[in-house]
């Protein structure tokens, strides 16, 4: 016979039951003797004795992935929790081997949902179709600080949050792709570095002379040198991933839209997209400036690795990494990316989410609320790991508070005011998104980034071929 595997919302909800059955019980047993009763008296009215009411039951509110970080977890419970003492965060962690996506939607079907979920913004909108989430919206418009038009960073947070005029989710923060740099090896080659003010971003060509300059194989030689060999460079001018974020921020820097706002389209087809997508695969096949992934993962290093061993000379990564990169011998520095037509970056985040089917929705709306107030949100902006999405951090004091040293490097309050504020694009996802992606487009930019194929021969039939997902999706 074969017994029936507990689920983890009925085994929490029975541990639950199970200590407040102890707790109950102990609070019965009285600490010291009980005062003996008065003997009764004729005449005397009866008393009966009165029980003391039992204690309220918590409500459980579990939530489905990282709010934020793991650093102060136990604190924020139990700020949250002192706030409001009827309800009790539990953490729902990640199950092994498969995906938080995943795990959330088996939860769904079971019957056994989380309250409360983090949810990436490439299938965002595709949850919200299904009516797999709560709109917040009535929550939202009744919250006296919320409602407030600049209580968040405007017009992103209501690209990325709205869908079909609802709010489904709250952005959890910002973060946004820019170099990174070891500022020991631009001072030993004299080489002036980025800048973290966008309107010193360097034009393309430029970009290209100094990541030149700075790539050098075992000879010493350059890319532009003759006799430079490609199979045995020493120290790459620049990495430049070719994942969505960072291809995001090259085509918006080359003037265009990854997806149409209006039509909700992806218009990667358009010259300029394919002109922006193609320079970043020339990197790697014509330029010799940036290395190919498969010989960047045979090295076998991390970031800070890379920056420090001073294999790669200019790292494009997201701005969470100043979090772990601040520490880095050699000191670092960071720079905004270089432009095409304008400077430009992507500008993304999770979303913090009700779940539709919770048994306790205003319960699990506090939670929600505390995670979008600006003391959680500061908490991982002082640490480097996030950038605000709160207006209430952008102030010039509130940037002098959390934007410090020595975790974020000199100047960085420019990426923060400057170049993400004024130059961010918000990437919308529309519904199907993530199935065209890795149906249609991820093939095609497998063969361009290893030069099997030019972007404007294959992009445009798989650009096709993803709005045609999207669309049945959509319909479906």
């Known amino acids: 016979m074969q017994t029936k595997r507990m689920s983890r919302r009925e085994f929490l909800l029975l541990a639950g039951a199970a200590s407040g059955a102890v707790v109950l019980a102990a609070c019965g047993q009285p600490t010291t003797q009980p005062t003996a009763a008065p003997t009764a008296k004729p005449g ?28 102060w977890r136990e604190e924020e419970k139990a700020k ?26 088996s939860l769904v079907a079971a019957g056994t949902p989380p309250d409360c979920a983090r949810v990436e913004s490439d299938v965002y909108r595709t949850f919200c179709k299904d009516k797999l989430l709560l ?96 199979d045995r460079v020493e120290r790459w001018g620049v990495y430049w991933p070719t994942w969505w974020i960072p291809l995001h921020a090259a085509v918006q820097s ?33 330029h010799h400036v940036a290395p190919t992934a498969a010989s960047f ?30 520490e880095i011998e050699g000191g670092l520095g960071t720079g905004v990316l270089p432009k095409m037509t304008r400077p430009a970056t992507d500008m993304q985040a999770h979303l913090i989410t009700i779940v539709k089917d919770t048994k306790h929705p205003d319960e699990a709306w506090k939670l929600i609320r505390f995670l979008s107030l600006p003391w959680f949100q500061e908490r991982y902006c002082k640490n480097a790991l996030w950038l605000p999405s709160q207006t209430a951090l952008m102030t010039d004091t509130a940037i002098a508070n959390w934007c410090t040293p020595p975790e974020h490097p000199e100047g960085y309050d420019l990426i923060v005011t400057e170049y993400t504020a004024k130059y961010g694009h918000y990437l ?47 319909a479906r």
């Open 135 to 230: 709109s917040l919206d009535n929550y939202i418009a009744s919250d006296a600080e919320m409602s407030k038009p600049d209580y968040w960073i405007q017009p992103q947070e209501k690209d990325r949050c709205s869908y079909e005029g609802q709010w489904y989710g709250i952005g959890a923060c910002w973060v946004a792709p820019h170099f990174y740099y070891n500022r020991s090896l631009f001072e030993e080659l004299g080489v002036e570095p980025p800048s973290n003010d966008p309107d010193e971003a360097w034009d393309w060509e430029k970009f290209l002379d100094v990541a030149r300059e700075l790539t050098v194989d075992a000879n010493g030689k350059h890319p532009n040198d003759s006799g430079f060999d490609v």
């Open 80 to 105: 949250f929790e002192g706030e409001n003492s009827n309800i009790e965060w539990i953490q729902v962690e990640q199950a092994e081997g498969v995906s938080r996506l995943e795990q959330l939607l």
């Open 254 to 286: 080359n003037g265009v839209d990854w997806v149409d706002p209006e039509t909700q389209q992806i218009v990667l087809d358009k010259p300029e997209a394919m002109e922006a997508l193609q320079r970043i695969a020339d990197l790697t096949l014509v």
């Open 44 to 71: 005397d009215t009866k008393v009966e004795p009165t029980a003391a009411p039992p204690a309220a039951e918590k409500v459980k509110i579990e939530f489905l992935g990282e709010p934020g970080g793991t650093e």
């Open 297 to 326: 993962d045979a090295l076998g290093m991390g970031e800070a690795e890379f920056l420090e061993t001073k294999k790669v000379a200019l790292y494009n990564t997201g701005s969470w990494s100043v979090n772990w990169l601040w």
């Open 428 to 474: 919308t996802m529309p519904v199907g998104y993530a199935k065209a992606n890795e149906t249609a487009l991820t093939p095609v930019f497998d063969q361009i980034w290893i030069g099997d194929a030019k972007v404007a021969d294959v992009l445009p039939a798989a650009v096709e071929e993803a709005n045609r997902i999207m669309k049945e999706e959509q």
